[in-house]
């Protein structure tokens, strides 16, 4: 999906964040497009002093890629600034919400970005959605394509593995990373399949969100030792979870532990800019 927005829309230069994934940074890349990093603090927030001085310092800045971590959304307050500040200077808005789209789909972006994958077993790619209409083709709806049936097989795997009918975590894991192969060979975009659309249509969002603030609030109320710190501890209002960060004062011998443990504590994320927070 990002990569169909930057073949519609050429940017020259991205303001990203720090804390980002790989193919985030790569995608921009991959368009020729250079890239500038902020910082964000170790409650995972934005500072807009910051990014005002970032701008004002690279005036050929004409994105800023915003993310809000875990389900939480940056602080309101902040987003009207960076809103302000972009605005100010003509810049475009691309909205990262993989994490937060159940908490909210869009804020402050004149686009969005989102994976439903990442929240449910639905076999179809990214998706890509904005304010304003603007033109584009897309590919006719298929009942489903290769990708996805490499990717609904996966999952089917996975699920009898986590259920102990299978010891397959190689067999499923191989055909994930088959399935993001042949994802990258579509370069434009396309409408969901048929098949997507179903079980996108069969979700039960309210159930799935009451399910993942119950299952937060369990693990805070659960994790009472001394040296590890839970980042959230308040689950109400719409704020929907994403994952459950927590802070470790020595993360190799927990990931140790974990493994021991038969959990695969795989390390996905690197800071991409020279500071991590502080």
């Not at 691309?94 to 077993?121: C, M, N, Q």
């Not at 990717?151 to 067999?171: C, E, I, N, P, V």
């Not at 719409?238 to 021991?260: A, S």
Request: hydrophobic share 40%; net charge neutral; charged share 25%.
């Amino acid at each position: 999906a990002l990569a169909w927005l930057l073949s519609t829309h050429p940017f020259h230069r991205v303001l990203l964040p720090s804390f980002l994934c790989d193919s985030v940074a790569n995608t921009f890349i991959d368009a020729n497009i250079q890239l500038c990093f902020y910082q964000i603090s170790r409650q995972f927030e934005i500072d807009p002093d910051e990014i005002k001085a970032i701008l004002e310092s690279n005036p050929g800045i004409d994105c800023f890629y915003l993310m809000h971590y875990f389900g939480r959304l940056q602080a309101q307050d902040v987003l009207k600034q960076l809103q302000r500040i972009c605005r100010e200077r003509d810049i475009r808005i691309v909205e990262d919400a993989v994490h937060s789209f159940f908490t909210k789909a869009l804020t402050i972006g004149d686009y969005g970005l989102t994976s439903l994958r990442k929240w449910a077993p639905i076999p179809g790619g990214g998706l890509l959605y904005a304010k304003k209409a603007f033109p584009c083709e897309i590919s006719e709806q298929e009942e489903s394509s290769y990708f996805e049936e490499l990717s609904l097989s996966a999952y089917l795997l996975k699920d009898l593995h986590l259920h102990d009918f299978t010891k397959l975590r190689t067999t499923y894991m191989n055909l994930f990373a088959a399935s993001e192969y042949e994802l990258d060979y579509y370069d434009r975009g396309y409408a969901v399949s048929a098949l997507s659309q179903r079980l996108i249509q069969s979700l039960d969002n309210r159930k799935m969100a009451a399910a993942r603030k119950a299952n937060a609030r369990e693990l805070a109320y659960l994790i009472h030792k001394k040296d590890i710190r839970v980042l959230f501890q308040n689950y109400e209002g719409d704020f929907v979870p994403f994952f459950f960060p927590i802070f470790v004062p020595n993360r190799e011998p927990f990931m140790q532990g974990l493994r021991k443990a038969g959990v695969a504590p795989d390390v996905h994320w690197r800071f991409l800019s020279t500071r991590a927070p502080e």
